[in-house]
């Protein structure tokens, strides 16, 4: 009847957003060049706020006057979209889930600004925290969990606009111990519009523990001269600038030829306790 017309089109009312009037009309454009049947998906709001879906399919025909007019349907596909972006979070969370053990993966709904954490211990139960308006409380959970001398590092890492790749940094064990971590996210785009960020929290402590061991010198357990021609560039890069403080022993090779290289050694070990005690 035409007041069940009426209703339907009171309840399906829509303003397309700027972006998706773009997409469209170049969809539109686009597929009626070839035929004049089209169909197309875009992304609206409805009067009453909410984001919606509408899928439309139709054909243009041409009057007496020559003039081209659209003829169509439209359907609010919403929950069929937001169906597909589950799926489509679902599986990447299942390419993060088979990919390790003992791991944090999170999930983070840029929409919603919610964060869910699902850790996957070895041998024990997958356990599961939430974080609602992680804007508001996001300095909270950095101060919580990671390290102070890497919370820059990591902020700059979440801060980037393309947010992929990965960050490591030192954060706080179950224990309060310090443990290093790698960070690494992807992110889920559709329509152009950065819907979830996906992550996964690795720990490599025991990579950072082997690979701290070669950069140690073995008599002073000091970093060796190939690490720190490495962090000096480093900090040359990334860095505003710094200082540079180098230091030499007196009559040195007077210990080495008076009392033995053994002596010898034993006082550079323990200078280097000194420097390691006060630096």
């Known amino acids: 009847t035409r007041k069940e017309f009426l209703e339907k089109c009171d309840n399906c009312f829509f303003k397309i957003e700027s972006i998706s009037k773009e997409n469209l009309l170049s969809q539109l454009q686009e597929q009626t060049k070839e035929n004049s049947t089209y169909q197309c998906e875009y992304k609206a709001t409805h009067k009453n706020g909410d984001t919606i879906w509408i899928y439309s399919r139709g054909q243009t025909l041409q009057d007496n006057n020559g003039k081209y007019h659209l003829y169509g ?24 889930v088979l990919e390790m053990s003992g791991d944090i993966v999170l999930e983070y709904n840029c929409q919603k600004d919610t964060v869910l954490f699902r850790s996957y211990p070895i041998n024990g139960v997958p356990k599961t925290h ?36 990965s960050v490591e940094f030192q954060g706080f064990g179950e224990n309060g ?9 992807r992110k889920l785009v559709v329509e152009n519009e ?12 025991k990579k950072k523990w082997l690979e701290n061991e070669a950069n ?8 060796n001269r190939r690490y720190m021609n490495e962090k000096m560039q480093q900090i040359l890069d990334e860095e505003d600038g710094g200082a540079l403080i180098m230091m030499d022993i007196d009559s040195f090779k007077a210990i080495n030829d008076n009392f033995g290289h053994e002596e010898g050694d034993k006082v550079l070990a323990m200078l280097a306790n000194l420097l390691v005690d006060h630096f």
């Open 73 to 96: 349907i439209f359907m609010d596909v919403t929950k069929q979209r937001n169906a597909m972006l589950q799926l489509q979070v679902e599986h990447l969370h299942n390419q993060i």
């Open 130 to 165: 939430h974080v609602e308006n992680l804007r508001k409380n996001f300095r909270k959970l950095l101060r919580k969990y990671i390290y102070h001398d890497d919370r820059k590092a990591v902020l700059r890492f979440l801060f980037r606009s393309d947010l992929q790749g």
């Open 177 to 185: 111990e310090l443990v290093w971590y790698r960070l690494t996210t």
């Open 194 to 205: 950065q819907l979830e960020v996906v992550g996964r929290i690795h720990n490599i402590d």
């Open 216 to 223: 140690l010198d073995d008599l002073t357990r000091l970093y």
